[in-house]
């Protein structure tokens, strides 16, 4: 049963396989076992393709059915449609377009199989992606917040540097005054007189200044500090927001483009490999000598090509005789008196019939 499957995959006449000797029937169950795993194998890897874009198994199992059933009816037909003739140059040149196209399944096929062999090396590449693109993706964010971060810090600095100006001003004057009061500067008399209450009074003033510039930048700071603080609030949202994104770059092009930046050696040689399997079967077809089968599908094809030559020689006889018939036929009623005389009749009646339809017409119109 298995035997006769293999046959079927190798697209060959199972009832001429059957009265083939045996080694006939053993290339082409190898042939026909080469397209079935060809196609389980494009299952494998579409499957798994689909599985990096759907992220779901029973998609990825439906999809990658259909897939490999398409890729085993290609390499069915490929290998099927070719025909054994008596020139080897001859058959490659008609299986050249079939090799392409067998090329080119290799090709599909062995993509995602590679992805999947190589996947912890591309998962590091990938890795590596992500940390470039969080690094890159967090100082650009940081570019639309920073200068209006900065504004807002030096507004703080500035209001505190008022204050430490005002601060010093306040000391100053409190030495002033206190060194009045002791002899050493000033007047230079001990003792607290009019210049000292002067000194004293102006010092007093300026620290009730100091005091309430303090209130005032204490809630300037404060009103600072929120909008300082809700923009490093909006920077932290916006790059956590966009984080997602960068963690969910490993889809299929991330994949395949991760695989390219790994070293070309190992996935040449995969491709080759599958290369080499795919273009087996139509390989194996042109370099094995004519077999029994060949022969038997041969005289098959002979007898089917001259039998419908004879059906159409046939028809063509047919037509010419009927076709002389009809013209002697036509030739003889054309003398015929009496067919004649009814043509005439009949010609005469329908003249009438034009002549009294056109009469009508034209009363009606002028009446």
């Known amino acids: ?12 006449d199972t009832d001429l396989l059957q009265e083939s000797p045996k080694s006939e029937q053993i290339k082409y169950a190898g042939i026909g076992g080469t397209v079935f795993f060809t196609a389980v194998m494009a299952f494998v890897s579409s499957a798994y393709a689909l599985y990096t874009v759907f992220d779901t198994v029973y998609m990825a199992v439906l999809f990658g059915i259909i897939w490999g059933l398409l890729i085993f009816n290609l390499d069915r037909f490929i290998v099927g449609t070719i025909k054994k003739r008596d020139s080897f140059w001859k058959e490659f040149l008609q299986a050249s377009p079939r090799l392409v196209l067998a090329l080119i399944i290799a090709i599909v096929i062995s993509k995602p199989l590679e992805l999947k062999i190589f996947e912890k090396e591309i998962d590091r590449v990938l890795l590596e992606q992500k940390n470039n693109m969080t690094l890159l993706n967090q100082d650009q964010i940081a570019q639309q917040f920073t200068p209006e971060i900065q504004r807002v810090e030096a507004d703080i600095k500035s209001i505190e540097a008022n204050i430490i100006a005002k601060e010093t001003e ?168 009496e067919i004649y005389d009814y043509k005439k009749q009949k010609a005469k009646d329908l003249l009438k019939l034009q002549s009294d339809s056109f009469y009508k017409k034209q009363s009606d119109v002028l009446s």
């Open 1 to 12: 049963m298995i035997k006769e499957f293999f046959w079927m995959c190798s697209g060959a």
């Open 170 to 337: 306040v000391n100053a004057l409190y030495d002033t005054y206190i060194t009045e009061a002791e002899g050493t500067q000033g007047t230079m008399k001990l003792g607290k007189g009019p210049v000292y209450e002067e000194k004293r009074e102006k010092h007093d003033a300026q620290l009730k200044e100091l005091q309430q510039l303090k209130d005032s930048s204490a809630t300037k700071i404060a009103r600072k500090e929120m909008v300082l603080l809700d923009l490093r609030e909006k920077q932290k949202l916006q790059t956590a927001n966009s984080q997602p994104i960068i963690d969910g770059f490993d889809g299929l092009m991330a994949r395949i483009n991760a695989l390219e930046e790994l070293p070309s050696l190992p996935s040449m040689f995969i491709l080759l490999l599958f290369i080499a399997i795919e273009t087996a079967p139509v390989f194996a077809k042109i370099m094995a000598p004519k077999g029994a089968y060949d022969l038997k599908f041969e005289e098959q094809e002979e007898t089917l090509k001259a039998w419908v030559a004879q059906q159409k020689n046939q028809r063509d006889a047919v037509l010419t005789t009927d076709i002389s018939l009809n013209e002697k036929v036509y030739y003889d009623v054309a003398k015929d008196e």
